[in-house]
């Protein structure tokens, strides 16, 4: 977005006329750095870079953010033209509340220099890194755990080119890191994975392997960085010019790195951190041993309704989460997917109601002033799906339950893929798999070959839940649904 001729900029020379409950909690610069992330995007500056800047406030501690995007110059550039300083909108039906973030101590483009990135992550004042990469920028494949054999990945780890991957900065990092004898760290991926603690460190020693690390740098390694898992909840709509105009109305000044959330933020973080962390906990954060049931909540109860309502609602022609969730019928379909297939897969954290945990979440997905588009929900369903729906009808099938409104995610999914909406628009599929999910479409003669075809993705489906007659059999009735009826017809139906 341009800033117009003559509006001031957000830096440090305008925070004395920002209002005074806009102003950062902490000023850039003041503060040395001690964490990098990998990430830069929009969630992270309204999740953890707001938990940070408060815990430092309220406690101290040389804990700065060295922000990382991988490829997003013109962020970069914006945020360094501002003195690496934002603001967050917190948005409600009622009303909004902006406030300046000073977290970031700093802001590099790994794309430009990966050597300075290594550098920073083999500092030893640097003693926390947190990641937000998405699902697919680990290169795991989602059903085996595994490492993909992705060209650029074997060549980041088999040779001396600069790294141009995730895996590959965080290996070369710390390798320079063990040769410096540099002191521990944790890595803490904060990506909707399950597992995503133990998933970073399987990639990393995975990576060090493909690497061919010397002995001594991997004992180094597993005896010096901590690799916590964490659940992360906060729903963080992309920036748009809407959101630009509102954060200059607040501010007074332009701030083209603006983001706007819901009031809703949750983090759930596992105490491993052989070399120190911020006081995350003075901020509100749930310090704990095992964040694996918070994290199955999370990823089937939020992030796979989430989902249900992205491709219902796109079928049907919304633009938004909160327009698909004023659809006819649809919240008595979600939560009948929460109360009878996601409450009966898991078993949810001590104290938890798994239904009044969906109802909590219905009512933020419904708050009108999060324009959270269908289509950036909808994105990346290989990579999403799995640890959302996928694992859902898994524990479900393994018990002996039926799976019948988490198959209908699938479904809602596969006709989504097919490309159009229910008036005929063309739909996109921005997916790392299009390919291949466009092949095993066109292999389809039939709704049951055409979900045969589907399931059969092994990069995608596990391979109990592709053999799953009853799967297969519920899957392709929905889809037949949805291709005759359209979701409005289908959704009327099943309840």
């Known amino acids: 977005m341009a800033v117009t001729v003559g509006a001031s900029r957000l830096e440090l020379g305008a925070l004395r006329r920002l209002p005074v409950d806009a102003r950062p909690l902490v000023r850039p610069g003041a503060v040395a750095a001690g964490v990098v992330h990998l990430g830069l995007g929009a969630f992270h500056r309204a999740h953890q870079a707001v938990y940070t800047e408060q815990a430092v406030a309220a406690a101290g501690g040389d804990w700065g953010i060295v922000g990382v ?57 640097i003693r926390v890194v947190t990641l937000t990469v998405t699902e697919k920028a680990y290169q795991l494949d989602p059903a085996a755990g595994t490492l993909r054999p992705d060209p650029a990945l074997v060549a980041d780890l088999s040779t001396d080119r600069p790294p141009a991957t995730v895996p590959g ?127 199955r909540l999370k990823l089937r109860a939020l992030n796979g309704v989430h989902s249900a309502a992205a491709y219902l609602g796109a079928l049907a022609g919304c633009e938004t989460i909160a327009e698909a969730l004023a659809l006819p019928h649809l919240d008595t379909v979600l939560r009948r997917l929460i109360a009878e297939d996601v409450a009966a897969s898991f078993t949810p954290p001590e104290g938890v109601d798994v239904i009044d945990y969906g109802e909590q979440v219905l009512a933020r997905f419904g708050n009108p002033a999060i324009r959270h588009r269908t289509l950036q929900v909808a994105m ?54 299009a390919d291949r999910i466009r092949t095993a479409l066109a292999a389809g003669t039939s709704p049951a070959d055409t979900v045969a075809a589907v399931l059969a993705l092994d990069e995608v489906v596990p391979a109990e839940v592709a053999a799953d007659a009853q ?10 649904d949805l291709t005759r009826h359209g979701v409005p017809g289908t959704l009327a139906a099943a309840t």
């Open 169 to 295: 900065l965080l290996v070369r990092g710390l390798l320079a890191r063990a040769a410096a004898d540099a002191g521990p760290i944790a890595l803490v991926s904060c990506d909707n994975l399950p597992a995503n603690g133990r998933r970073l460190r399987s990639l990393v020693e995975q990576a060090l392997a493909y690497a061919d690390a010397p002995r001594s740098a991997v004992d180094w390694v597993g005896a010096q960085v901590g690799f916590p898992g964490t659940m992360v909840d906060r729903i963080v709509p992309a920036s748009t010019a809407e959101t630009f105009a509102a954060a200059r109305q607040a501010l007074g000044v332009a701030d083209l790195a603006a983001v706007a959330a819901e009031p809703y933020t949750q983090w759930v973080i596992e105490d491993d951190f052989p070399g120190g962390r911020p006081a995350w906990e003075r901020a509100g954060a749930v310090l704990c041993a095992d964040a694996g049931p918070w994290e």
């Open 471 to 480: 799967v297969r059999a519920d899957v392709t009735a929905w889809l037949t």
């Open 380 to 433: 990346d369903g290989s990579q999403k799906l799995p640890q959302r729906i996928l694992h859902t009808v898994a524990d479900l099938r393994a018990a002996g339950r039926p799976a019948r409104w988490a198959s209908l995610v699938l479904a809602a999914w596969i006709r989504f893929a097919q490309g159009s909406a229910d008036d005929g628009r063309t739909l996109p599929l921005d997916d790392p798999l």
């Open 69 to 125: 995007a991988p490829r997003n110059a013109d962020l970069v550039r914006t945020l360094t033209a501002q003195d690496n300083l934002f603001s967050v909108s917190t948005l409600s039906a009622a009303d909004r509340h902006t406030r300046v973030i000073g977290a970031l101590a700093g802001v590099r483009l790994a794309a430009a220099d990966p050597g300075a990135v290594v550098a920073l992550l083999a500092d030893p004042t």
